[in-house]
């Protein structure tokens, strides 16, 4: 895609209409003790919640889909696009370790063998950290002119006691993982959704974007009005990722037959606790009753990407003029997002910043729904 320099929009929105009213700069005591209740009641009756799920989750027929997988070398994600491949689908790693995928492949294949076709499985180069390895995925996949069915945006980072980190691109690493580069990548693909409708975008988020706050005049957390953590990071660029993918699913129109549905795994044990101490890896150990296997953590996921009544689910909120896009929780169940999150003037503000920081139009979306094609400030350098 061509370098752009300005982006131009003739919509208004919400936001600006009402950018009279006072700036919000943090969460109130009662909503982030809410956030903090919601995260502890999850950690302590996750299991109890989701006591009435299959493990494994079992699956629809999934032969006819196309799906892409990010970060799908480890964890949650790795297990999801196992799965997915084992049921018959089309599964794509979309992965910055490239190796890494295509050893698994191998492994999968291997352990596979004799119980029918070969998995039709395949890897792809993706690092979230760059944009323009985005922009550069997204139209070598586009370029194939084939259907995309499912997007699973689920690969992330949560750098915990890690000091604050930027991309190359110049921006806060939680929130170019977590929100910005899947934002990116989840417009990018519209095309190959609308081939695909009814198609699906599944972004996995988490139950820590209760105690998330978005300040879209300070998305890198640089101002000093707050000291950075990574857990302020964490919790930010998740609830940014619901409050865009409001926005996101309101703009997509119903005949483009695309859905944008976040779910939150539960508390699961995977590499995400790479960066945590050898003490409190250890604890992670002697708590298995509390916390999720990968595979009991991708089933919210798994569900929310096949259930065929997710459909329905989506077409009555979207009826409803529901402010937040479709969350499903740990226990495959509609679950409603923060308080925070259902604040439609800034979920469109941070929707505009998002489009700004990743370098689109304000009317990308509009125009890509129309077949048009749409210019990206990022993609142009190759490395
Ligand atoms: N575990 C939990 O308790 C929990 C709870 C709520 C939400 N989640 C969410 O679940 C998702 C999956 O996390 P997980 O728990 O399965 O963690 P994980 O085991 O650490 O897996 C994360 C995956 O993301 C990939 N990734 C990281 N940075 C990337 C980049 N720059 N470009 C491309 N891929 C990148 C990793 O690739 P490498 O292998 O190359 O590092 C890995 O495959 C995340 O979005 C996380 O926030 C997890």
Redesign the pocket.
């Known amino acids: 895609m061509e370098k752009e320099t300005e982006t131009t929009s003739s919509l208004t929105s919400p936001a600006e209409v009402k950018s009279n009213n006072k700036q919000k700069e943090a969460l109130g005591w009662m909503e982030w003790l809410r956030g903090w209740f919601a995260v502890s009641y999850e950690f302590m009756f996750q299991r109890i919640l989701a006591s009435h799920l299959q493990n494994p989750l079992p699956l629809p027929p999934v032969n006819d889909l196309t799906c892409i997988v990010?970060?799908?070398?480890?964890?949650?994600?790795?297990e999801i696009a196992r799965q997915l491949a084992e049921s018959g689908a089309h599964v794509v790693m979309a992965?910055?370790?490239l190796k890494?995928a295509n050893e698994l492949i191998q492994k999968w294949q291997e352990e596979w063998s004799g119980r029918g076709l070969p998995l039709n499985i395949e890897a792809m180069e993706?690092?979230?950290?760059s944009l323009d390895s985005v922009v550069r995925f997204a139209e070598a996949w586009n370029a194939r002119l084939g259907p995309l069915h499912v997007l699973i945006n689920?690969?992330?980072?949560?750098s915990i006691g890690e000091p604050q980190k930027f991309s190359k691109d110049g921006y806060e690493e939680h929130m170019q993982?977590?929100h910005l580069a899947p934002a990116l990548l989840s417009i990018l693909l519209l095309p190959s959704l609308i081939r695909g409708s009814p198609s699906r975008i599944i972004n996995?988020?988490?139950?820590?974007h209760y105690v998330g706050f978005v300040d879209t005049e300070d998305m890198n957390v640089v101002s000093g009005k707050r000291k950075f953590t990574s857990l302020l990071g964490y919790s930010s660029s998740k609830l940014a990722q619901v409050k865009f993918s409001s926005i996101l699913q309101k703009r997509l129109p119903a005949e483009a037959g695309i859905n944008v549905i976040c779910v939150?795994?539960?508390?699961?044990h995977?590499?995400?606790a790479?960066d945590l101490s050898k003490l409190v890896q250890a604890a992670y150990h002697f708590i298995p009753y509390f916390i999720f296997s990968?595979q009991e953590?991708s089933r919210s996921t798994l569900f929310s990407a096949t259930d065929p009544q997710m459909q329905e689910y989506c077409d009555l909120l979207r009826a409803d003029d529901w402010p937040v896009c479709p969350f499903i929780s740990q226990e495959c169940r509609p679950a409603n997002p923060s308080e925070e999150a259902h604040n439609l003037e800034t979920s469109y503000k941070v929707w505009e910043k998002t489009l700004e920081l990743v370098g689109l139009p304000l009317d990308a979306v509009e125009r890509l729904v129309e077949g048009e094609e749409v210019k990206c400030r990022y993609g142009a350098q190759q490395e």
């Open positions: 990010t970060g799908s070398t480890s964890g949650i994600g790795r992965v910055r370790n890494a993706l690092d979230l950290l689920n690969a992330g980072i949560f993982v977590n996995v988020n988490s139950v820590m939150s795994p539960g508390i699961v995977t590499n995400v790479r990968p953590g």
